[in-house]
């Protein structure tokens, strides 16, 4: 084990000690924005409730209590363009903390790749197979992806060793 690991809590050496105010300012302000425009007065106060739940409790709250907003908002019918500006929004705040890392323009890049990826195959699915396969598909592959990474972590900050146990020939 190394250093990284301190108190339960393991840091990446990619992520600064706090993001910028200005990145969640401008991130909170594209979110409002982008739901707005999406939506109206109600995508508004949608984007405002995201903002405040983001503040409180983070990144991934926000992401999904936003998904479930949109949810609500488009209850009547999906118009593909307000809802790809929707998630632009909540792109913003996806990748508003990635702006405080070390490398910036690496993480957000990353980032846009892979939800670009994973919205493709989510999307691919969607359109050639029944909501239930596309489901177990985008699930799939989003579990599949979210492994990956947990094992590059694991190897980038040196918690896995290279050892492999001697084997008994009898």
């Given at each position: 084990m190394s250093d990284a690991a301190t108190g339960g809590r393991i840091e990446s050496?990619?992520?600064?000690?706090?993001?910028?105010?200005w990145s969640t300012a401008v991130g909170t302000i594209a979110l409002v924005a982008?739901?707005?425009?999406?939506?109206?007065?109600?995508?508004?106060?949608?984007?405002?409730?995201?903002?405040?739940l983001w503040y409180g409790?983070?990144?991934?709250?926000?992401i999904a209590?936003?998904?479930?907003?949109?949810?609500?908002?488009?209850?009547?019918?999906?118009d593909p363009i307000?809802?790809?500006?929707?998630?632009?929004?909540?792109?913003?705040?996806?990748?508003a903390p990635l702006l405080g890392t070390r490398a910036p323009l690496r993480a957000?890049?990353?980032t846009l790749l892979a939800v670009a990826v994973l919205?493709?195959?989510?999307?691919?699915?969607?359109?050639?197979?029944?909501?239930?396969?596309?489901?177990?598909?985008t699930i799939g592959a989003v579990g599949l992806a979210s492994y990956g990474l947990y094992r590059y972590g694991l190897v980038s900050l040196g918690l896995v060793d290279d050892d492999t146990p001697p084997t008994t020939d009898e």
């Amino acid at each position: 084990m190394s250093d990284a690991a301190t108190g339960g809590r393991i840091e990446s050496t990619l992520v600064a000690e706090q993001s910028s105010p200005w990145s969640t300012a401008v991130g909170t302000i594209a979110l409002v924005a982008a739901f707005g425009a999406a939506a109206g007065p109600s995508g508004v106060g949608a984007g405002v409730a995201t903002a405040l739940l983001w503040y409180g409790f983070g990144t991934p709250s926000a992401i999904a209590v936003g998904h479930v907003l949109l949810l609500v908002l488009f209850s009547g019918g999906v118009d593909p363009i307000a809802f790809a500006t929707a998630e632009v929004g909540l792109l913003a705040v996806l990748a508003a903390p990635l702006l405080g890392t070390r490398a910036p323009l690496r993480a957000v890049a990353g980032t846009l790749l892979a939800v670009a990826v994973l919205g493709g195959i989510g999307l691919l699915a969607a359109v050639s197979l029944p909501p239930w396969q596309a489901a177990a598909v985008t699930i799939g592959a989003v579990g599949l992806a979210s492994y990956g990474l947990y094992r590059y972590g694991l190897v980038s900050l040196g918690l896995v060793d290279d050892d492999t146990p001697p084997t008994t020939d009898e």
